[in-house]
């Protein structure tokens, strides 16, 4: 299968505890998203990569939170302290350029922060 | 901040019926806007998009109406199957292009 994989499925941890996430985008595709979605709404922007390079970060990026692509090919994200409101599902996608083209998901990451 | 307003938020339809979901944006100096499926527990998987040179896009029981002055597009399902039942999000690019706003979502319920 050549989609976008993200590692793990599912995360359970334990508040103030670190996890990371992996995503490995479409293997062609250079830019690279992750979005965060919670129950009964859609998909909100973390951040972007293009490349190695993320250029574009949104408000809810706590500092807490950090995402590398440091090949311009896999990315993770890493929430540390973690904290409950921050159970949701991580999703990672990935296009091609140009701009505002179609954007690949993956299955998700779904983190659960008791 | 863009917002999308996509409605209704739910909506059940008889087999072999039109669903039909809307959606409203603000601004964008881009011209590409996505609708994607999701069924629970997985990701969004891409649906149907338009750019909107043209005012409609159908590929095969999909359809995208979009009406540019309005800044409004909507989403036609043609003879809607109990396969279909999924949540919908509709998607507007932001103004540098390099993310989606997405709608709140509509969640489709087609009755055998």
């Known amino acids: 299968d050549t989609g976008v994989s993200q590692d793990p499925r599912h995360k359970i941890t334990k508040r103030g505890q670190n996890v990371t996430f992996r995503c490995d985008p479409i293997?062609?595709?250079?830019?690279l998203y992750w979005y965060r979605q919670t129950l009964g709404q859609g998909p909100e922007f973390l951040t972007y990569f293009q490349n190695e390079a993320q250029l574009e970060k949104s408000r809810l990026l706590s500092d807490r939170f950090s995402a590398e692509r440091p090949k311009g090919s896999f990315s993770t994200l890493e929430i540390q302290r973690t904290e409950q409101g921050d159970s949701a599902m991580y999703l990672c996608a990935s296009s091609l350029d140009p701009t505002a083209d179609t954007q690949y998901f993956g299955p998700g990451t779904r983190l659960t922060v008791l | 901040q863009q917002q999308v307003k996509q409605s209704p938020q739910s909506l059940i339809v008889q087999k072999g019926g039109i669903s039909i979901i809307n959606c409203a944006y603000e601004n964008t100096a881009f011209d590409y806007f996505p609708w994607y499926q999701q069924f629970p527990g997985k990701g969004p998987a891409l649906l149907i998009a338009i750019r909107p040179d043209v005012s409609e896009k159908k590929e095969g029981r999909f359809t995208i109406s979009f009406n540019k002055s309005a800044k409004q597009f909507s989403l036609h399902i043609m003879d809607s199957q109990p396969g279909d039942s999924a949540t919908y999000f509709c998607?507007?690019?932001?103004?540098?292009?390099?993310?989606?706003?997405f709608g709140t979502g509509t969640s489709l319920t087609v009755i055998p």
């Open positions: 293997s062609e595709h250079n830019r």
């Open positions: 998607a507007a690019p932001s103004n540098t292009g390099n993310q989606f706003y």
